[in-house]
């Protein structure tokens, strides 16, 4: 098993981040300025590369950084500067007079304005180059060096979201609208189809637009959510207040599309109520040697890519390799997405949540899953965000292998607990990668090495990407194998 990453002296920094957020223009509509090609050609500028957030990035003819909307690496393109800034200026293009090869024409018809996907017009091979690409730069800027470009687990490029938000609107001349926000704007875009989707969500966006219309109160509906499950599909209307006439409406739509409908009602404290018989919502995940089923509930997290999470998962499995009956703990584990894979595997799994309800689904996935061996997954509580109570895990349970999947802030908390109290092996899975790259670099100080390191393409067309890390300590890891020689 070779090592994959190491530290190396800090890299000083520039003062600009590929990540840097949008913010209000600071020109007045209407007045913006040319930029010049920092290499002298008076036809606009030369796109270097992509930023992180997927703009392209270029200098002009004083070196000031430009990120430009829609560009894309090797394009010279004339661009108007729109917003502008202390060290770097925002910008978007006027003319395009050089292509990339790589540019493609967007599947989708609002890919121009609708603020859900930012890489249609880049060749599916190149997103993904560039997601790995973000990944190797932001553990380069923790001074962290990655030999080997990251493993890729990738599915389909269209249909592979299973859950979705849409935003509903009536605005003053009576129009209704549902979608999905407008890129850098709170404004609705009208959405009739959306190629992301999986196919039997997005047959119901029509449908939706008409119900909506047929409505006696709309200005009620704050928002639509959409799943996918094993079952089929889900809908959950978020009602600010009972109607009475419209719960009918939407119990016959249900009725008619075959969904499990539900709606949240209320403003300030929102109830939960099913307006179709309550049903058994799950989803499946690989095990070893066997497909395990989750159940879980509306608002619980579920990755919304259902075939990049199983390549995850199976990934996850090929890493950590023979488990045995050793000791792992799972934090975050949220509905046992990784805790039972690993279970079924051989180890005994405790798995921590922060949520009450959260670690009784937990509990209730290892029974369903395992009728009087529930034992194989451990689901406990505790609040992940304190170091205190990680430092009691480790000292409690003495795992081998400790599974990080955090939300998007990380788990500094848990990597400085793992420095304190070092374990064989780290599984860290993240869904933000700088984050990621901060704990790494704690975990790396702390005698960790890089073993594995994979980007997953979760969500196709965007500029998000999930990663996956597999740590080593050497010293723990000696004596771990060491102690099973000898036994």
């Not at 008409?210 to 509906?221: G, I």
């Not at 975990?443 to 090495?449: D, E, I, P």
Request: proline fraction near 6%.
């Amino acid at each position: 098993m070779a090592m994959l990453g190491k530290r190396r002296p800090r890299r000083e920094r520039s003062g600009v981040s590929g990540l840097q957020g949008r913010q209000p223009p600071s020109r007045a509509p209407g007045k913006e300025a040319s930029a010049v090609a920092a290499d002298g050609d008076a036809r606009g500028v030369r796109i270097e590369r992509l930023a992180h957030d997927a703009r392209g990035l270029a200098h002009d003819a004083v070196g000031k950084t430009l990120f430009v909307e829609g560009a894309l690496p090797g394009e010279r393109v004339d661009v108007a500067v729109h917003r502008t800034r202390k060290r770097f200026d925002e910008a978007h293009v006027r003319e395009r007079f050089e292509t990339s090869p790589e540019r493609v024409t967007p599947p989708c018809k609002h890919f121009e304005r609708c603020g859900g996907c930012d890489l249609q017009h880049l060749a599916l091979p190149a997103q993904r180059r560039h997601k790995q690409a973000v990944l190797i730069d932001l553990l380069a800027r923790q001074g962290i060096e990655v030999e080997a470009k990251p493993e890729l687990l990738a599915g389909a490029g269209h249909g592979y979201r299973r859950r979705a938000r849409l935003g509903v609107k009536q605005d003053t001349e009576g129009r209704l609208h549902l979608g999905f926000r407008a890129r850098h704007s709170h404004r609705l875009v009208d959405i009739q189809h959306c190629t992301i989707l999986a196919p039997e969500l997005e047959a119901l966006l029509g449908p939706l637009h008409q119900q909506l219309a047929r409505l006696q109160a709309p200005r009620l509906v704050g928002h639509l959510e959409l799943l996918a499950s094993d079952q089929g599909p889900m809908l959950v209307i978020r009602q600010l207040k009972s109607h009475a006439v419209d719960r009918e409406a939407w119990y016959a739509f249900g009725a008619e599309y075959g969904l499990h409908l539900a709606w949240l009602v209320g403003r300030e404290t929102p109830e939960f109520e099913w307006l179709t018989p309550r049903p058994s919502l799950t989803c499946r995940v690989p095990g070893a040697g066997e497909t395990l089923e989750l159940s879980f509930a509306p608002g619980d997290f579920l990755q919304a890519n259902a075939e990049v999470n199983r390549q995850m998962v199976t990934t996850s499995l090929s890493w950590l390799g023979e488990l045995g009956d050793i000791p792992v703990l799972d934090l975050f584990a949220g509905i046992g997405n990784f805790s039972l894979p690993l279970a079924s595997a051989g180890a005994r799994v405790t798995a921590v949540e922060g949520s009450p309800s959260m670690v009784e689904r937990l509990a209730r996935n290892a029974r369903s899953n395992w009728p009087g061996q529930a034992w194989r997954v451990m689901a406990r509580r505790a609040d992940l965000a304190q170091q205190a109570a990680v430092d009691d895990l480790l000292v409690e349970l003495a795992p081998e292998v400790v599974v990080l999947d955090p939300p998007r802030d990380g788990a500094e908390s848990a990597a400085r607990a793992l420095v304190a109290a070092p374990v064989p092996r780290v599984l860290y899975i993240s869904c933000d990668p700088a984050t990621l790259a901060r704990d790494a670099a704690h975990l790396l100080r702390g005698g960790y090495r890089i073993m594995h390191v994979a980007v997953a393409d979760m969500f196709v067309h965007t500029s998000h990407l999930e990663s996956m890390l597999l740590f080593e300590h050497p010293h723990t890891e000696r004596q771990r194998q060491g102690a099973s020689a000898d036994g």
